[in-house]
């Protein structure tokens, strides 16, 4: 096993320069610095020299990701950004507004609506089916998991109001479907 030298230093083959057993035969420059620099000292490195090594690393690594999915991540971010900006526009709609809406494109959904207020709740899971999830995001709805509920406000939204137990006995329910059939 070769020693671990670099061509202008000189290191001792069998003796760790930061080992605390051969403190005594250390030289008396070396016994004055710590550890850490010994070993610089000893495989030639330095502060600088460690920076560039991480700088060209990471300017090859960005340069290897970037051609192949750069057009793609930017493309995915501005979909979910579409995404958002319909959502936030669609929580001011009018209840009757978001009911139609959901009938057009989610008919099934529209049969569990519930409207509590002037909000509208569905007891549909979040995850079951991650289309009809998505398409709820983009109509305005979001998902309430204190009550396990998809809710939209319908333009009614007051985040630091007082929440009582269960709103349908304040304001009172009923179900979309039962008033007018998908």
Same mark, same amino acid.
């Given at each position: 096993?070769?020693?671990?030298?670099?061509?202008?230093?000189?290191?001792?083959? +069998?003796?760790?320069?930061?080992?605390?057993? !051969?403190?005594?035969?250390?030289?008396?420059?070396?016994?004055?610095?710590?550890?850490?620099?010994?070993?610089?000292?000893?495989?030639? *490195?330095?502060?600088? #020299?460690?920076? %560039?090594?991480?700088?060209?690393? +990471?300017?090859?690594?960005?340069?290897? #990701?970037?051609?192949?999915?750069?057009?793609?991540?930017?493309?995915?971010?501005? *979909? %979910?950004?579409? &995404?958002?900006?319909? !959502?936030?526009? +669609?929580?001011?709609?009018?209840?009757?507004?978001?009911?139609?809406?959901?009938?057009?494109?989610?008919?099934?959904?529209?049969?569990?609506?519930?409207?509590?207020?002037?909000?509208?709740?569905? *007891?549909?899971?979040?995850?079951?089916?991650?289309?009809?999830? +998505?398409?709820?995001?983009?109509?305005?709805?979001?998902?309430?998991?204190?009550?396990?509920?998809?809710?939209?406000?319908?333009?009614?939204?007051?985040?630091?109001?007082? !929440?009582? #137990?269960?709103?349908?006995? %304040?304001?009172?329910?009923?179900?979309? &479907?039962?008033? %007018?059939?998908?």
């Amino acid at each position: 096993m070769g020693t671990r030298q670099r061509p202008g230093y000189q290191v001792t083959p +069998n003796l760790s320069l930061s080992c605390p057993m !051969h403190v005594g035969k250390k030289p008396e420059l070396v016994q004055k610095m710590s550890p850490r620099l010994v070993k610089q000292a000893a495989y030639g *490195e330095t502060r600088t #020299a460690n920076i %560039k090594k991480k700088l060209m690393k +990471n300017k090859f690594q960005i340069e290897a #990701a970037a051609p192949a999915n750069a057009g793609q991540q930017s493309s995915i971010g501005a *979909e %979910k950004q579409r &995404a958002f900006a319909t !959502h936030c526009t +669609n929580r001011e709609l009018a209840t009757q507004k978001v009911l139609d809406l959901l009938r057009a494109q989610l008919p099934r959904q529209y049969e569990l609506a519930e409207i509590v207020g002037k909000w509208v709740w569905l *007891e549909f899971p979040a995850a079951s089916h991650r289309a009809a999830a +998505n398409t709820l995001f983009r109509l305005g709805f979001h998902w309430n998991q204190r009550r396990c509920v998809w809710q939209h406000p319908c333009g009614a939204c007051a985040p630091y109001a007082a !929440h009582p #137990a269960d709103p349908r006995t %304040k304001y009172g329910s009923y179900f979309a &479907a039962d008033i %007018k059939p998908a």
